[in-house]
């Protein structure tokens, strides 16, 4: 095996010319593999320049699923467990796309989007952590990262910006011919962000985007997966074991092993259903509909944050009505909208709650109070003196609240608007053991308000038992 520079002046253009023995995932692998012979003669071939170049070869080191897929995509996704080198693919395929032989010759790409979940993990994780674009280039070839500008630019002119997914609104100015995004399923703006990425990467022949994710249940990323442009490559932890300390991976394996987030977290596997769930996908496929009948009833259900910050709860606002005819077992409800807010502040959250209320003809708010008390009523009156109100408290768990309103989906009794994508992936996340997935569960706590005033406690005295919350 030989390192090949091609006459190159610096580490970054030497190249691996070899043919690889068959079955064999890099040139790392097959040395390591290789008899001590074999191994120092390849040494001793290699001069100062080549063996300066080795460190910054990723093609030499990486492992298979780091390696961009071949053929005509636009978005490759590496879906991988915690560890399994993701971080370190994404700054080698930025690092591929920007630099070019010499300082004056540019890569591929002249203008990268750089997007995490905050502006701060872009510049911890993505540039500046361990497996972070400025450890990954060659001397000659590392950026200048300009922090008042929240960018980095490259020795050929070419650049990264910063961008952080609580700010979709950002991405509709700038324009770009390559996106790196970090962690896109644990973003609570996910489907705004990457929508208006996608007006913004427009630049150059063949815009391409990298998303870098540890998989979870999330709209956004299974419509990515489905989509025929869509390229993937995965791998579990183990994958990358020779760079993890032996201690962590015994941790985690005697705590997650065989466990739904070990599955997910460990083994880089999407999971559809939380095991348990009273909610399933299908159960929710089924539920969808294109179209609203004319409905006896139109409520706003809200579940409040405690805060309101960046850093807070969602406000989970939902809109449902329902179709009072006949025996009680006949009602039909309907799910209509998704109006829940991030990081809002009070007043902010009570003006969508009264606007959703305004947009459906809604005939009154349904607000948990738990929180806020009589404050919650208060800050809705603010906005509408009128607007009518009721203000219920929860007295049992989560799951125990969800059970009856579950079984009803189960009884084919409540419809969807399609498009609640947020909204069904937290149903899915629901046990009865309670709450499985991340954050809390706002959206689904709303819908439960919604469908318990619309078809339990206001069904008339002959209805079918179902336990109240």
Same mark, same amino acid.
């Given at each position: ?24 995932? !890099? ?7 290789? =008899?001590? /012979?074999?191994?120092?003669?390849? $040494? &001793? *071939? +290699? ?116 961008? !952080? ?7 509709? =100015?700038? /324009?770009?011919?390559?996106?790196? $995004? &970090? *962690? +896109? ?125 960046? =850093? ?158």
């Amino acid at each position: 095996m030989k390192v090949d520079s091609g006459g190159a002046q610096g580490p970054q253009e030497a190249k691996i010319s070899t043919s690889m023995p068959q079955g064999l995932r !890099s040139g790392a692998a097959w040395i390591a593999c290789a =008899g001590a /012979q074999v191994q120092k003669r390849f $040494l &001793d *071939e +290699l001069d100062e320049g080549e063996l300066r170049a080795l460190p910054f070869l990723f093609d030499f080191w990486a492992l298979p699923h780091q390696l961009p897929p071949e053929g005509d995509w636009r978005t490759w996704i590496i879906m991988g467990g915690r560890g399994a080198g993701k971080s370190r693919a994404g700054s080698e395929w930025v690092r591929a796309q920007v630099e070019g032989a010499g300082p004056l010759d540019p890569g591929r790409c002249r203008r990268i989007a750089l997007v995490g979940e905050t502006i701060d993990q872009v510049r911890d994780v993505m540039i500046f952590g361990d497996s972070g674009i400025m450890a990954c280039s060659p001397p000659d070839r590392r950026p200048d990262w300009q922090a008042s500008r929240k960018r980095l630019v490259w020795p050929n002119g070419a650049e990264a910006q910063v961008y !952080s997914a609580h700010e979709p609104e950002v991405l509709r =100015g700038p /324009q770009f011919d390559g996106a790196w $995004l &970090d *962690e +896109l399923a644990k973003w609570k703006k996910a489907q705004d962000t990457w929508d208006m990425l996608q007006f913004a990467l427009r630049l150059g022949d063949d815009p391409r985007v990298c998303v870098t994710t540890t998989p979870r249940n999330v709209g956004v990323l299974k419509t990515l997966l489905a989509s025929p442009s869509t390229a993937v490559t995965q791998a579990p932890t183990e994958a990358n074991r020779a760079n993890l300390a032996e201690s962590f991976l015994e941790e985690v394996r005697s705590r997650y092993a065989g466990t739904r987030l070990g599955r997910q977290e460990l083994d880089g596997i999407m999971m559809s259903d939380a095991e348990g769930a009273l909610w399933t996908e299908a159960m929710l496929v089924a539920a969808q509909v294109d179209t609203l009948p004319e409905l006896t009833r139109v409520i706003v259900a809200v579940d409040p944050p405690v805060t309101g910050h960046e =850093g807070s709860d969602e406000c989970g606002i939902i809109v449902a009505g329902v179709i009072c005819r006949g025996d009680a077992r006949d009602w039909r409800a309907y799910v209509i909208e998704d109006a829940s807010v991030s990081a809002a502040s009070p007043m902010q959250w009570a003006e969508a709650a009264i606007a959703a209320m305004e947009r459906h003809g809604a005939e009154r708010i349904v607000a948990e109070v738990n929180q806020g008390g009589d404050l919650v009523e208060a800050v809705i009156h603010q906005v509408d003196p009128m607007a009518p109100v009721k203000k219920v408290r929860a007295a049992r768990g989560k799951a125990a609240r969800a059970e009856p309103v579950a079984a009803l989906y189960e009884q084919g009794r409540v419809r969807h608007l399609r498009g609640l994508g947020q909204l069904e992936d937290q149903l899915v996340q629901m046990t009865m053991r309670g709450w499985e997935g991340a954050g809390s569960p706002d959206r689904l706590d709303a819908l439960v308000w919604a469908l318990h005033d619309l078809m339990i406690s206001a069904q008339p005295r002959n209805r079918p038992q179902v336990r109240s919350l």
